[in-house]
């Protein structure tokens, strides 16, 4: 337990070696701090809902029994992740979201693939719900109260033995001294930091899930670099946080990564794109391991190769959506894909034969036209 006294100074609580406070504590003083206290599962204040023993992604790992009846409240990549996961492990799991659709982020029929998948496997999905309270009756009945926002406020009734609350996570910026200094939180509830991770106070850094504006793991690490060399050596060089091309990815079946602009943002930003796709059903390798089913889809500018985002759904998704990551990162076009060679048969052709369906889709007709002119007077 840590709390910051000073711009230059952290008393920390000793404990013993059984892990118990000793009740004595311990400053540590330093010319730099990193705030990285990262967020925790955001729990709603539901009626009823504090008196049904919440499971969150912090505690789920603590059950050593199966429930029999699962109610996860919540769509997004947690809950999705987690709905599968206990319904392949037997559980009847019904999962609540108060949207139209799950995975809200992605594309209407990237959504609607994972949740055929759920549905094929017996999740029960209440989408268009919204939690209203939770109640208990008698010693072992709990009933989720739910409404439907889709037919005029009806309400249904959802009987359940646990719930788990996937409703996303708040950074932790209390208790550890940050009210003291008067360190700002913005209105995203995230500690306020410029573009080189620096508080109001230029010594003391944040990053990961407390700083923003990304919660996952690879940004986090990616935001730790630039705060420890900033703070190692920021009086001869700093660097600003790079968040031009952050991918990230779902792991439920079929798995979902994405880097960049979808459709739906390009839309919504006013954005000129083409669209080009190529299904993984095609893919000698998919098929061959029976896991042919998903979609490669690449986003560009219309009548250039630049890739502005791309969402990939299948086996090893997130995996192979680093090849997209590095080509975004550094400026390398769709051509350029597919100039390289990839090994026969992988998944990651998938990535390759995409590029070629862009290509197909831009052939230089007038060129084809003077070659077929020149082949033919070759021939004569």
Same mark, same amino acid.
């Given at each position: ?47 009823? *809902? ?12 603590? *059950? ?8 996860? *409240? !919540? ?14 492990? !037997? ?72 719930? *788990? ?28 930091? #410029? ?7 230029? #010594? ?146 998938? #990535? ?29």
């Amino acid at each position: 337990q840590a709390r910051i006294t000073s711009p230059w100074s952290v008393e920390i609580q000793l404990r013993d070696e059984s892990g118990q406070p000793t009740g004595e504590t311990r400053t540590l003083t330093t010319r730099n701090i990193v705030i990285a206290t990262g967020a925790q599962p955001l729990v709603p204040p539901i009626p009823g *809902l504090d008196e049904m023993d919440v499971l969150t992604s912090d505690t789920v790992w603590n *059950l050593r029994e199966l429930p029999d009846r699962l109610l996860v *409240l !919540g769509g997004g990549p947690i809950g999705c992740e987690l709905s599968q996961s206990f319904a392949r492990l !037997g559980a009847r799991v019904t999962q609540v979201e108060m949207g139209p659709r799950l995975m809200s982020r992605e594309d209407p029929e990237i959504s609607e693939r994972v949740m055929a998948r759920f549905r094929d496997e017996g999740v029960d999905l209440r989408v268009n719900h919204k939690a209203v309270r939770f109640e208990r009756r008698g010693d072992q009945t709990k009933v989720l109260i739910a409404e439907r926002v889709d037919a005029g406020g009806e309400t249904v009734e959802i009987e359940f033995d646990a719930v *788990l609350c996937a409703l996303g996570r708040s950074a932790r910026v209390s208790g550890f001294g940050l009210e003291d200094l008067e360190i700002p939180v913005g209105k995203r509830r995230t500690v306020e930091v #410029n573009e080189f991770l620096q508080t109001n106070y230029p #010594n003391i850094y944040a990053a990961g899930d407390v700083a923003g504006p990304y919660q996952f793991t690879h940004t986090a690490a990616h935001m730790a670099w630039f705060a420890a060399v900033n703070a190692l050596f920021g009086r001869f060089k700093k660097f600003r946080v790079d968040y031009r091309v952050i991918p990230w990815a779902t792991f439920t079946e079929p798995e979902v990564a994405r880097v960049g602009l979808n459709e739906t943002e390009a839309k919504e930003q006013g954005i000129a794109y083409e669209v080009t796709t190529y299904g993984i059903d095609d893919l000698d390798r998919a098929i061959a391991d029976g896991v042919d089913h998903g979609v490669v889809k690449i986003l560009t500018p219309p009548g250039k190769d630049r890739i502005l985002g791309v969402t990939l759904v299948g086996e090893h998704a997130g995996d192979l959506i680093a090849e997209f990551v590095l080509a975004m990162k550094h400026g390398l076009g769709l051509k350029k894909l597919l100039s390289t060679i990839h090994i026969y048969p992988t998944l990651a052709e998938s #990535n390759k034969y995409a590029a070629g369906e862009w290509q197909k889709a831009h052939v230089p007709h007038k060129l084809l036209g003077w070659v077929q002119r020149y082949h033919d007077w070759e021939r004569s």
